[in-house]
């Protein structure tokens, strides 16, 4: 068949499957995909050009508005880059308290997708179900940090409130409760028949191909590449918590969001270790650190979605130089168009959705030309269109 | 397992619904639950560290001449309620709610324009 008769169906950017603007080209032959064009750029907000012209502690609330799912763990890789330049040290028990709150963000976050996978794979029952169950989750992160889902809770430093004991026995109940649900939500989701039929052998990236593609996250552990920065590289008191790096080696969509299931159990597992061995002392240094002096730092964490990368330049003062932010959702979406070959069109919403895309956190990027010295904005649209997928 | 599903959403038809009636009955927050703040005048020192860290600006500086001091003011439809002022401040001047409901039909309720001492 002649290459211009496929024809072109834009999937997005409003599509009712997908709750942030993307827009996926889609080309098709009849029913089957034969290559798909991820387009973004309309969310882009100039985080990283504002970071520059706040300060370093307006910064940290700034850096956790990058993504609202996953608002602690970004504000504890700017953090921990800060933390580093400035040579401060966090006590043992801000660390834990940070750790507890970063787990349960991963819990609601792995609840949010599999309730919106289920909602696209058209099991509307198990989506309500999920969403009702994992408003117990926001409720208890709204016990420790004031806030259901934007924290502000990480500083400089340390983290801003303390907990008690009956915060924390509350906590404990309501992990009880998610755990038990959450048995029998993993029992569905391996049995159903709606459910096998539209998640299984879908979508499928080899591990070497994960691998070549620089995917992160359960996506790349859904493939059976054995990485996670929790344990590849241990920040806040990961190191001193005992859990497992959950891989399944199938590398379709059943299998990425089993990966996600799975790391629900081992987060109430760990949030209980962080209780019965949470430190006593001090939760923040005396005063804020106001002033940093120059250096440079890189710090990794593993977010809900993946490894996410921060960058900071510091040249003295009271404000960053420059402050890089690399999102997992940057690299699984625009290099995930690997796993619509072969797939039919009715599969690329949940193809999408088991990437966990989160857009509002991708949309940023600056190219560093080292020839010429120079360094100039490009919108990702303009990039995007110079790739060809197949 | 289809059937063990089915029973379940049978038997929430017989339930209390989850969904709460949010403006007859009031949704249940946490003591700890940032809500709308206030200034104690009478306790602020006037160091200006709140509006130095506010992430928005929302805080602005006021001179009040009897007392020849600044003294913060609150743009509420700014304010992101992250507790930045509540957290740094030296004398502990902020008094602190679980207010949630700020919706207003004019936009002009949100922002202090006057210091009472």
């Known amino acids: 068949m002649n290459k211009s008769t496929?024809?072109?169906?834009?999937?997005?950017?409003?599509?009712?499957?997908?709750?942030?603007?993307?827009?996926?080209?889609?080309?098709?032959?009849?029913?089957?995909?034969?290559?798909?064009?991820?387009?973004?750029?309309?969310?882009h907000r100039g985080i990283e050009k504002l970071g520059e012209r706040n300060t370093w502690i307006q910064n940290a609330y700034l850096y956790g508005r990058v993504c609202g799912i996953c608002n602690t763990v970004h504000a504890q890789a700017y953090v921990q880059c800060v933390e580093e330049i400035g040579g401060i040290q966090a006590p043992p028990r801000a660390n834990y308290l940070r750790t507890l709150v970063m787990e349960l963000e991963r819990i609601h976050s792995h609840m949010l997708i599999t309730a919106v996978m289920a909602e696209l794979t058209g099991f509307d029952t198990l989506f309500m179900l999920l969403m009702r169950d994992r408003e117990r989750i926001m409720w208890s992160k709204e016990i420790v940090t004031g806030n259901r889902v934007l924290a502000d809770y990480i500083i400089p430093g340390g983290v801003k409130w303390?907990?008690?004991k009956d915060k924390l026995s509350k906590i404990l109940k309501v992990l009880d409760f998610i755990e038990e649900r959450m048995k029998y939500y993993k029992k569905v989701i391996m049995e159903d028949s709606i459910i096998n039929k539209r998640w299984r052998g879908i979508g499928i990236i080899r591990k070497d191909e994960a691998l070549e593609y620089c995917l992160v996250g359960p996506t790349v552990r859904g493939s059976g590449v054995k990485t996670d920065i929790r344990k590849d590289d241990p920040?806040?008191?990961?190191?001193?918590?005992?859990?497992?790096?959950?891989?399944?080696?199938?590398?379709?969509?059943?299998?990425?969001?089993?990966?996600?299931?799975?790391e629900i159990f081992e987060s109430i597992n760990m949030i209980?270790?962080?209780?019965?061995?949470?430190?006593?002392?001090?939760?923040?240094?005396?005063?804020?650190?106001?002033?940093?002096?120059?250096?440079?730092?890189?710090?990794?964490?593993?977010?809900?979605?993946?490894?996410?990368?921060?960058h900071i330049i510091s040249k003295g003062g009271q404000r960053p130089y420059r402050v890089k932010v690399r999102t997992p959702s940057f690299s699984n979406i625009l290099n995930g168009v690997i796993a619509y070959r072969n797939s039919l069109l009715a599969d690329v919403p949940v193809i999408l959705g088991s990437f966990d895309p989160c857009i509002a956190c991708m949309e940023r990027l600056i190219v560093y030309d080292v020839r010429k010295n120079v360094e100039k904005v490009v919108p990702i649209r303009k990039l995007i269109r110079k790739r060809v997928m197949r | 397992m289809p059937l063990k599903l089915l029973r379940e959403t049978i038997s929430n038809l017989f339930k209390k619904p989850i969904t709460i009636e949010y403006p007859k009955v009031l949704?249940?927050?946490?003591?700890?639950?940032?809500?709308?703040?206030?200034?104690?005048?009478?306790?602020?020192?006037?160091?200006?560290?709140?509006?130095?860290?506010?992430?928005?600006?929302?805080?602005?500086?006021?001179?009040?001449?009897?007392?020849?001091?600044?003294?913060?003011m609150i743009n509420y439809s700014k304010c992101i309620f992250c507790y930045q002022c509540v957290y740094v401040c030296p004398v502990k001047a902020y008094i602190v709610s679980n207010d949630y409901r700020l919706a207003t039909s004019d936009k002009d309720e949100l922002i202090q324009k006057e210091i009472k001492v």
Request: aromatic share 8%; with cysteine.
């Open chain 1, 6 to 43: 496929y024809v072109e169906i834009p999937v997005g950017p409003q599509h009712p499957a997908l709750h942030e603007p993307l827009l996926l080209r889609v080309k098709v032959d009849g029913e089957a995909v034969v290559d798909v064009q991820v387009i973004t750029g309309y969310n």
């Open chain 1, 162 to 164: 303390d907990v008690n």
């Open chain 1, 235 to 262: 920040y806040a008191a990961y190191g001193e918590l005992d859990f497992e790096l959950i891989t399944y080696d199938e590398g379709d969509v059943w299998s990425r969001m089993m990966v996600r299931v799975d």
């Open chain 1, 272 to 310: 209980r270790q962080i209780i019965k061995k949470l430190p006593d002392g001090p939760i923040a240094g005396k005063a804020l650190p106001r002033v940093i002096k120059p250096g440079e730092a890189i710090s990794r964490v593993e977010a809900p979605r993946g490894e996410l990368v921060y």
């Open chain 2, 27 to 72: 949704t249940e927050v946490p003591e700890n639950y940032r809500g709308k703040h206030r200034v104690n005048y009478n306790k602020c020192v006037g160091c200006s560290l709140c509006a130095i860290d506010c992430p928005t600006g929302a805080i602005t500086m006021k001179v009040v001449p009897e007392r020849k001091k600044r003294y913060p």
